[in-house]
């Protein structure tokens, strides 16, 4: 009887091995998946995808929203935008989305931030992998992927001052989301450089910052100007203009004046932290109003 029981533990230790961990999901809460996921391998409306990217926000993308967070997913020519709240491990809201393609190229599906249908996101985690089960209204429907693994964590941060910044920095998944209207929708750079540096003329110089990468619609995005410092070190106001134009050179948005922001700055695990924030609304603000860089890896000089 001894030798079937033990038998029996084997069998079921050989079962439970062999058998995904699913961690309870009623634990798990919005701190749990905040940040930057990369999936690989997944399959939706059976079609394989090996790089699937999502983010999940602190904050809506439309300004005075009613919702306090955003999930964006983006695989192959699509780019799903959405503003939700979460209960536990459940988010419920409201998404757009953009399908960019030869043939229909950057053309929104709702002309825009409508933010039209309805989305409901449930997350768990199986052997520490993240699982989102999405249940959309059409057009997007409904699929669940799997595998996920955080691609971006915040370090302990500190402020940094224009020494430490200066040089240029490469980020990823960066998401612009004020854009021209005649961009079309948000711009979403796969990567981007930020360039901070001195320029001297004659006997003075200015500190200059210039943002530039190519959008999802194959647009070159450059936001260019002239840093100024403030009282605190790592807060400068930027005084910048925009220039947008697709792959043949053609220009589809840019400014004739200046707008004026806020940037914050931030060094944690030798990465760099940047954060864009509208101060005075008779500024204008501009496109990179709430835009927000994460882990930046500092380039190589050149030469």
């Known amino acids: ?19 995904p961990v699913n961690q309870n999901p009623s634990n798990i809460t919005v701190k749990d998946v905040l940040g930057e996921w990369d999936f690989s391998n997944v399959t939706i409306d059976g079609k394989l995808y090996n790089n699937v990217h999502v983010s999940i926000l602190d904050n809506p993308h439309e300004e005075g929203s009613a919702y306090h967070y955003g999930v964006d997913i983006s695989y192959g020519d699509c780019f799903i935008y959405s503003d939700g709240d979460f209960a536990d491990n459940v988010y419920t809201g409201k998404y757009e989305y953009q399908i960019v393609t030869p043939e229909e190229n950057a053309a929104s599906k709702n002309g825009g931030w409508n933010f039209t249908y309805d989305i409901t996101a449930t997350f768990s985690f199986i052997n520490d992998k993240l699982q989102i089960e999405i249940e959309a209204q059409d057009p997007i429907g409904s699929f669940t992927i799997q595998g996920g693994t955080k691609t971006s964590t915040t370090p302990d941060l500190t402020p940094a001052s224009f020494d430490e910044i200066e040089g240029i920095w490469q980020f990823t998944n960066v998401w612009i989301t004020n854009q021209p209207e005649a961009v079309g929708g948000a711009s979403f750079l796969s990567t981007c450089t930020l360039e901070i540096a001195t320029e001297v003329f004659g006997q003075g110089s200015i500190q200059t910052l210039q943002l530039k990468g190519v959008d999802q619609h194959g647009y070159n995005c450059k936001y260019f100007g002239q840093i100024i410092s403030t009282e605190e070190i790592n807060i400068f106001n930027y005084s910048y203009y925009y220039s947008i134009k697709d792959a043949d050179d053609i220009s589809i948005a840019e400014s ?13 695990d030798d990465k760099l932290f940047a954060e864009f924030d509208g101060v005075d609304p008779l500024d204008g603000y501009g496109p990179l109003d709430g835009v927000r860089l994460y882990n930046g890896v500092k380039q190589p000089e050149e030469g």
């Open 1 to 19: 009887m001894r030798r079937f029981f033990l038998l029996g533990l084997l069998v079921t230790a050989a079962l439970l091995v062999g058998c």
């Open 256 to 268: 004739s004046e200046t707008q004026t922001i806020e940037v914050k700055f931030f060094i944690g």
